[in-house]
């Protein structure tokens, strides 16, 4: 995933972002409107757009706090092979 697609599905659940406002890497989600009704949401989307599932050790609100945080843990998973498969 890149950068261009965080940010667009990131925007979808800032319900207190202005339009056309940056997101800054260290801003507050909960600020900008993510509950944890939108971050469950959020989170759905950002696997299923990058492939990726999050591991159990990145649910934490500390993942969910800003936009940089939230990235990081996308580009962690991204990077890890997919467990599973036939079996």
Same mark, same amino acid.
């Given at each position: ?20 406002? !940056?997101? &800054?890497?260290? @801003? *507050? ?9 939108? /971050?469950? =949401? ?13 591991? !159990?050790? &990145?649910?934490? @609100? *500390? ?9 990081? /843990?996308? =580009? ?12």
């Amino acid at each position: 995933m890149n950068e261009s697609a965080f940010d667009a599905i990131l925007r979808r659940h800032l319900k207190y972002l202005p339009d056309g406002a !940056d997101i &800054a890497p260290d @801003a *507050q989600l909960r600020d900008l409107g993510l509950d944890s009704m939108q /971050a469950v =949401e959020l989170l759905f989307d950002l696997e299923d757009e990058a492939g990726v599932v999050l591991p !159990d050790s &990145a649910m934490t @609100a *500390q993942t969910f706090a800003t936009a940089a945080s939230l990235w990081a /843990a996308i =580009e962690e998973a991204t990077a890890q092979p997919v467990a599973g498969g036939a079996g």
